[in-house]
C-alpha cells in the first residue's frame, strides 16, 4: 500500500532468504511432511525472492529515475500572480546541495563511495546505519560558512537566484526548525541559521531565494518513504504521522520564516499519495503567493516542469521548464569530485538551454566546512564574466527559430534579433547559417558595446557570412543579427555544415520506421544520469532516416553513435544511393563507430538511411556523424 511498506517487507524477506538459504533452518524446523511441504515452498517464494532482490541495484537506478517522472507532466505552467518572473526572465540559477553528507565527502567507515555524496547513506551507497548517521551532526560545524561570500559568488557568475537544500532525503534540517529538533541548529555546534544568513545575503545583492525540500523521502523519519515503519520504541509510524509531525509544518516554516521565495524545489515525489502533494502546493501557494512550485512535487501540481537530472534537451519545449545541472558529477561534495565543468562547458549548457526554451540551473556543492570548492569558484567566475559581456545572450532571451542547436553553436533571439551563440569558430572565414528565410538588415559582432559589421550573401537555403579568422572570443563568440522586423521564419531542416558537417545528429530528429526511437538514461556513478534518444531495435529489420539540407556537393566520413552486444552490419544510404556499409563491434557504452564514406552530388535536401541489412542481436543508435573529407 505504500512504498515504506514494500521496502520493509522486502527487507524482511530477503533477511529470511539469507538465513534460509545458509541452511541455518532452525529458524524454520520442519517437524512433520506439513511443515516439510510448507518449508520448501517458502524456501522456494524466498528463492524468487532472492533472484528479485539481487536485481534491486539495477531496479534501484531505474526507481530512481521513475521517482521525479511527476516532474516531467507539468500541464501548464503557471505564472498567474506574477509567479516565475525571476525564473522566466533570469533563465540563470544557483542550486546548493549542502548537509551532513558534504562533511562527509563520500566517505563512511574510511570506505570511499562513487556517486552521488547525499545518498551515502542509502543502501546503494554506504548503507550507513540510521542512528551512526545521525550521530554526524554532533561534529558538523562549517566555520567557514560565509553567506555573503555565496550570494556574491552567485551574483557575479551571472545568476539571478539560489535554491538551496533546507531539508534533503536524510531528514536534516539544515535550518532551525520548531517542529523537528534533527536541525543545524539544535544539534550541532555550529548553533546557527545559515538560511537565514544567505536569504538576508540574497536580499541584499538582489538575488532570489528558495529551497529544495524532499517532501517523500525522509529516511530518518519513521513512517516517511525510505525510513521505517516503526519508532525507536517499535510504536508503529505512518506517511501520515510523518507528514503532519514533520513535513508540512517544515514547509509552513520555510515558506513563512525566509522572507519572499522566488520557488520550492520538492523532489523525489516517488508514490506520495496526491492528498499531501496537494496540501503541499496549497501551502506554498498561501504563503508565497509569487512563488514556483516544482513539477516534482508529483501530479502534475507543479508550476513548471523539471527535466531529469543533467539534462538538456536536444529540441525546444514550450512552457517553463528548467534543466538542472551539476558543475562536476554529483550534487552533494565529494572529496574525489574534480570532473569539474570548464567555463566554455557551463555556457554551451546554459545558452542551450535557453535557446530551447528553459531556465538552466546549476549546482554548487560546498564541503563540511561551507567552502565551496575553488575550481567550481573559477569555472563559474569566468563564465559569469562572459555573461558580464553578453548579458542580451542570457537575461530575457527567448527560444531559436531553428527549435534545435546549429552544427557551429546555437541562436537566441530578443525581439527582432538573432544572437548567434558560436561554440566553434570557423577556421575558413566563413560561418553558414542555414535555413534563414526572413531578411537581415545588418550583421555585426558583438564585442562589449560595440558591433563590428560582418558581410553576408545568400547561398540557396543558407545565409554566409564573412567572419574574421580569429576568434573574438576565447569562450563563446557572438554575432548579432539584426532582423527587418515581423516574425522571424527558418527552415529548420537539420543541416550538415559544410566547414565542419554535423556531430552526433541524434535519432530523435530522424523518422523512424519499424523500430522505435525512445529517451533512454542510465547511471555511470550512482546518481550520475545520462541521457539519450535512441533506436533499442533497429536489429528487426527497420530504419531511421534523417533528411538534412546540404549547402555544396561534398564527400563525408559518417560514424554513427552505437550501443549493444557483440558485432553488427550497418548501411547508410542516401536519396542518391550512395551507401557506405559496415560491420562493427558495439559495446555497452555508447560509441562513435565508423562507417564509410557517402557522396552527395547536388546541394539542397537530403535523406540519409540507417538499417541493419543483417539483423543480428540487438543494437541501439543514438547519433549520426559526418566530417567533410577534405581533397585539397
Ligand atoms: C535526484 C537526487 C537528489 C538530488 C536531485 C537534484 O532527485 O535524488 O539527491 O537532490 O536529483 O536534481
Do not use: A, M, P
Given at each position: 500500500e505504500h512504498p515504506t511498506d514494500a521496502h520493509f517487507l522486502f527487507t524482511f524477506v530477503f533477511k529470511q532468504a539469507l538465513t534460509l538459504q545458509s541452511g541455518k533452518t532452525d529458524t524454520i524446523t520442519a517437524q512433520n511432511n506439513c511443515m516439510k511441504t510448507f518449508a520448501m515452498r517458502l524456501k522456494k517464494a524466498i528463492s524468487l525472492t532472492l533472484a528479485l532482490a539481487l536485481s534491486w541495484p539495477l531496479c534501484a537506478q531505474q526507481k530512481m529515475d521513475e521517482m521525479w517522472n511527476g516532474g516531467e507532466r507539468v500541464k501548464s505552467s503557471d505564472t498567474s500572480m506574477g509567479r516565475g518572473k525571476l525564473f522566466d526572465y533570469g533563465n540563470y540559477a544557483m542550486f546548493i546541495h549542502w548537509g551532513l553528507y558534504s562533511k562527509l565527502a563520500n566517505v563512511w567507515n574510511g570506505k570511499t563511495y562513487y556517486g552521488i555524496g547525499e545518498w551515502l547513506m542509502n543502501e546503494n551507497m554506504a548503507n550507513a546505519a540510521r542512528e551512526e548517521y545521525k550521530a554526524v551532526a554532533h561534529t558538523f560545524d562549517p566555520k567557514d560558512f560565509d553567506a555573503m561570500k555565496i550570494a556574491k559568488l552567485a551574483k557575479d557568475a551571472g545568476m539571478k537566484y539560489i535554491i538551496i537544500t533546507s531539508k534533503h532525503h536524510d531528514g536534516f534540517a539544515m535550518y532551525h526548525s520548531k517542529c523537528n529538533k534533527f536541525n543545524i541548529v539544535d544539534v550541532t555546534p555550529f548553533g546557527r541559521d545559515p538560511m537565514k544568513e544567505l536569504s538576508d545575503a540574497c536580499k541584499k545583492l538582489g538575488l532570489g531565494f528558495g529551497f529544495y525540500y524532499s517532501h517523500n523521502q525522509d529516511w530518518t523519519t519513521p513512517g516517511a518513504s525510505g525510513a521505517p515503519r516503526v519508532d525507536e520504541d517499535g510504536n508503529p509510524k505512518t506517511f501520515d504521522d510523518y507528514f503532519y509531525a514533520k513535513c508540512l509544518p517544515q514547509v509552513e516554516e520555510i515558506t513563512r520564516n525566509y522572507g519572499d521565495i522566488e520557488l520550492v524545489w520538492f523532489d523525489t515525489p516517488g508514490e506520495i499519495p496526491k492528498k499531501y502533494a496537494e496540501k503541499l502546493v496549497e501551502t506554498v501557494h498561501r504563503n508565497q503567493p509569487k512563488a514556483l512550485v516544482s513539477?516534482?512535487?508529483?501530479?502534475?501540481?507543479?508550476d513548471y516542469r523539471t527535466l531529469g537530472d543533467m539534462e538538456v534537451p536536444p529540441e525546444n519545449m514550450d512552457g517553463l521548464w528548467e534543466s538542472v545541472d551539476v558543475?562536476?558529477?554529483?550534487w552533494g561534495y565529494s572529496w574525489y569530485d574534480r570532473n569539474w565543468k570548464t567555463p566554455k562547458q557551463i555556457l554551451e549548457n546554459l545558452i542551450s538551454t535557453i535557446a530551447r526554451g528553459g531556465t538552466y540551473m546549476l549546482n554548487v556543492g560546498p564541503d563540511g566546512m561551507g567552502n565551496i570548492p575553488e575550481f567550481a569558484q573559477n569555472a563559474l567566475l569566468a563564465s559569469g564574466k562572459w555573461i558580464a559581456r553578453y548579458p542580451q545572450v542570457i537575461y530575457g532571451a527567448q527560444a531559436s527559430p531553428w527549435k534545435h542547436r546549429l552544427p557551429w553553436g546555437d541562436v537566441v533571439r530578443q525581439d527582432s534579433t538573432l544572437y548567434l551563440a558560436i561554440y566553434e569558430w570557423p577556421s575558413d572565414g566563413k560561418l553558414y547559417l542555414p535555413g534563414l528565410k526572413s531578411e537581415i538588415a545588418s550583421a555585426g559582432i558583438c564585442d562589449g558595446q560595440k558591433t563590428l559589421p560582418v558581410s553576408f550573401e545568400k547561398r540557396g537555403n543558407w545565409t554566409v557570412l564573412d567572419v574574421p579568422y580569429k576568434k573574438p572570443d576565447n569562450l563563446v563568440s557572438v554575432i548579432a543579427l539584426a532582423m527587418k522586423g515581423g516574425e522571424i521564419s527558418v527552415d529548420n531542416t537539420q543541416a550538415v555544415d559544410p566547414e565542419s558537417g554535423i556531430d552526433e545528429l541524434s535519432v530523435v530528429f530522424a523518422d523512424a520506421s519499424g523500430c522505435n526511437v525512445s529517451k533512454t538514461s542510465w547511471m555511470e556513478k550512482f546518481g550520475e544520469w545520462k541521457h539519450k534518444y535512441c533506436t533499442p531495435d533497429l536489429n528487426r529489420g527497420g530504419k531511421v532516416t534523417w533528411t538534412v539540407d546540404v549547402m555544396e556537393p561534398a564527400t563525408f566520413s559518417v560514424d554513427l553513435t552505437l550501443r549493444g552486444e557483440g558485432r553488427g552490419v550497418w548501411k547508410v544510404e542516401t536519396d542518391e544511393a550512395h551507401t557506405a556499409q559496415n560491420q562493427q563491434g558495439v559495446s555497452s557504452i555508447f560509441c562513435k563507430r565508423p562507417i564509410g564514406w557517402i557522396s552527395f552530388d547536388k546541394p539542397g535536401r537530403h535523406t540519409i538511411t540507417v538499417s541493419m541489412p543483417e539483423g543480428g542481436k540487438p543494437s541501439e543508435l543514438s547519433a549520426i556523424s559526418l566530417t567533410p573529407v577534405r581533397f585539397e
Open positions: 513539477g516534482r512535487v508529483g501530479y502534475d501540481l507543479g558543475t562536476n558529477d554529483g
